[in-house]
């Protein structure tokens, strides 16, 4: 009669202690060989003296009163005060439209939404001076994101992606009329809208508002271009390439002060033009010319069999690249999207030499605007950096969710 193995040695022994667990976690990761050890043992006696140092400042040097005594500087610049409403009713249309984003997506949208109506919420709860009225619009954004949501509910399933971006572009020109009001001839200013000058819009609404509109109106520009570029046509071809080539030349603080000088030749002498609508149009232009080669690059990995399979299904060569390659080649480039995202949210912050007031520089100007808070540096420094990280990195985390959703890298 034959014996198993357990019979004849008995169960086998455990596992050493310091292959499992934290402790083999550790010598995996941190301590599997000398060399490993050394540089984790100096890293770690480094971060140690940073940390040590970074909470000496945190506690006992640093003075956040140049924050806390400005904060609707730094979210809305000069803005006039009696029409605060403003900017709280377009940031209503924008939490409408991430609730009507959760009933659409799901799981890629439904954090970022949730973090963001709960990061207003606690806002709105925090005690400083502010009117009932403004307190009010900004508890009412968590019942905005729910009508959105509840709205998306009575749109087919099939056809929520294409109203997503119709009301997309809604509220984003929506949000601009109200923020900088308007004045139509004979009529006025409805509803109370009447414009602001360009120096009255800044603070982190102005880099907002610029990367917004640059994300929405870029993408749809660089898909043009690149499949201009590839187009069989010569003189369409042409045209894209010479002005992907030529836009991507020129650095963007050269189209800024061009935007300034020699874009308002271009309208009627009697349109007088505001600097917010020609950074807008001028960081559009740039962010395009860069996206368009970031599509074209997508398109060009497509494996040729693709463009076979839907011509032997006897699709026409616009129904091949709009059905199979170009929703191909998107999918192949959402990081080099999101990170040109990135980048554009980042390049917002150069309006100041335009003369705007941007977030970063209220900052710089507050530092040398007021001698109590001329070596306040850090503080404002480190505080614009951590507001650039949270929309940087929140843009990224929703990129990866989307990335793993679609199953990119994968086959």
């Not at 860069?290 to 399979?309: D, L």
Request: some cysteine.
């Amino acid at each position: 009669m034959s014996t198993t193995t357990a019979e004849r040695f008995g169960p086998a022994p455990p596992p050493p202690a310091f292959t499992v667990g934290w402790q083999g976690w550790l010598r995996m990761n941190l301590f599997s060989s000398w060399s490993s050890g050394i540089v984790t043992i100096a890293l770690g006696v480094a971060l140690f003296f940073a940390a040590l140092g970074g909470v000496r400042w945190l506690i006992f040097t640093s003075d956040w009163a140049v924050i806390t005594d400005r904060v609707p500087l730094y979210i809305v610049g000069t803005y006039p005060r009696e029409y605060y409403w403003r900017p709280e009713i377009a940031l209503l249309l924008v939490s409408g439209l991430m609730g009507m984003a959760w009933r659409t997506w799901g799981g890629p949208a439904r954090g970022f939404a949730a973090a963001f109506g709960a990061l207003v919420f606690v806002v709105a709860l925090i005690p400083y001076q502010m009117d009932v009225l403004y307190r009010a619009l900004l508890l009412a954004v968590p019942a905005a994101m729910a009508g959105g949501y509840y709205c998306a509910h009575f749109i087919p399933e099939q056809s929520r992606t294409k109203w997503f971006g119709i009301t997309g572009a809604g509220v984003l020109i929506a949000s601009l009329l109200v923020i900088a009001g308007f004045s139509l001839p004979g009529i006025g200013s409805p509803a109370g809208l009447h414009p602001v000058t360009e120096s009255e819009v800044g603070g982190l609404m102005l880099n907002l508002l610029l990367a917004a509109f640059g994300i929405i109106a870029s993408l749809p520009i660089g898909i043009a271009l690149a499949l201009g570029r590839r187009s069989r046509l010569p003189v369409l071809k042409f045209a894209c390439v010479a002005f992907i080539e030529t836009i991507r030349g020129v650095p963007l603080i050269t189209l800024l002060f061009m935007s300034r000088h020699l874009l308002p030749l271009t309208f009627p002498e009697n349109i007088d033009v505001s600097l917010l609508y020609l950074s807008g149009i001028t960081i559009t232009i740039f962010s395009s010319a860069y996206m368009a080669e970031n599509v074209r690059g997508g398109m060009a990995a497509v494996s040729p069999q693709q463009s076979q399979a839907g011509e032997a299904l006897g699709l026409k060569q616009w129904q091949t690249t709009l059905f199979i390659t170009l929703p191909q080649g998107l999918r192949n480039i959402i990081p080099a999207i999101v990170g040109q995202f990135i980048s554009l949210f980042k390049d917002t912050s150069l309006v100041f030499i335009i003369g705007m007031l941007d977030l970063v520089e209220i900052g710089r100007a507050g530092l040398s605007g007021k001698i109590e808070y001329s070596d306040n540096g850090m503080e404002v420094y480190l505080f614009l950096a951590l507001v650039f990280w949270v929309f940087t990195f929140s843009m990224a985390y929703i990129s990866r969710r989307i990335e793993r959703t679609l199953g990119v890298g994968r086959r």
